[in-house]
T-cell receptor
Framework: SAVISQKPSRDICQRGTSLTIQCQVD?????MFWYRQQPGQSLTLIAT?????????ESGFVIDKFPISRPNLTFSTLTVSNMSPEDSSIYLC???????FGQGTRLTVV | AQKITQTQPGMFVQEKEAVTLDCTYD???????LFWYKQPSSGEMIFLIY??????QNATEGRYSLNFQKARKSANLVISASQLGDSAMYFC????????FGKGTRLSVIA
């Protein structure tokens, strides 16, 4: 089973700033996935990140707001840009078989 | 499009009793996977159990078992001998890449 490390685990940010979340997998995986969980809601896929190509974004999510990097087969970052209070959520990454997730990043925008 | 329905927003169970959390799904794919996750208040998503659409036996993992009824498109999670630490949100998900999640069921275990 893959071990996925995600950081930071939580942050409180000022509106208008950006936060970059890191996700590290302990083995090489082809695809990595980024999800958002708004308060009291279920998980929604933001994008799928393949190494060496641009991420594929789901409807309602755009690269300018959520730029993703995938520099190698074990690492990815998600940036939440120009944050507003509506971006307050838990952000989770997963990789490979998708069964396992990182610990999540609880973001609060004030 | 794939869809997961969890009809129980909240459930209560007495400690040491068994509880069933309902999950129905909709997919036109022949090959798919079904997952259950536990999400405690910390926010992390903990993988519990997996059932492949071609698996003939119901999946089991310790106190967790998955009651898979393919014709009815249901994949209920059974937790036996509930413990106080089982209190959490539980999500059912289906995969034909990527995962699609249900709305979740909040389980509260009462001493």
């Amino acid at each position: 089973s893959a071990v996925i490390s995600q950081k930071p685990s939580r942050d409180i940010c000022q509106r208008g700033t950006s936060l970059t979340i890191q996700c590290q997998v302990d083995s090489q995986v082809t695809m990595m996935f980024w999800y958002r969980q708004q308060p009291g809601q279920s998980l929604t896929l933001i994008a799928t990140a393949n190494q060496g190509s641009e991420a594929t974004y789901e409807s309602g999510f755009v690269i300018d707001k959520f730029p993703i990097s995938r520099p190698n087969l074990t690492f990815s970052t998600l940036t939440v840009s120009n944050m507003s209070p509506e971006d307050s959520s838990i952000y989770l990454c997963s990789g490979g078989t998708e069964a396992f997730f990182g610990q999540g990043t609880r973001l609060t925008v004030v | 499009a794939q869809k997961i329905t969890q009809t129980q927003p909240g459930m209560f169970v007495q400690e040491k009793e068994a509880v069933t959390l309902d999950c129905t799904y909709d997919t036109s794919d022949q090959s798919y996977g079904l997952f259950w996750y536990k999400q405690p208040s910390s926010g992390e998503m903990i993988f519990l159990i997996y059932q492949g659409s071609y698996d003939e036996q119901n999946a089991t993992e310790g106190r967790y078992s998955l009651n898979f009824q393919k014709a009815r498109k249901s994949a209920n999670l059974v937790i036996s001998a509930s413990q106080l630490g089982d209190s959490a949100m539980y999500f059912c998900a289906i995969r034909n890449t990527p995962l699609v999640f249900g709305k979740g069921t909040r389980l509260s275990v009462i001493a």
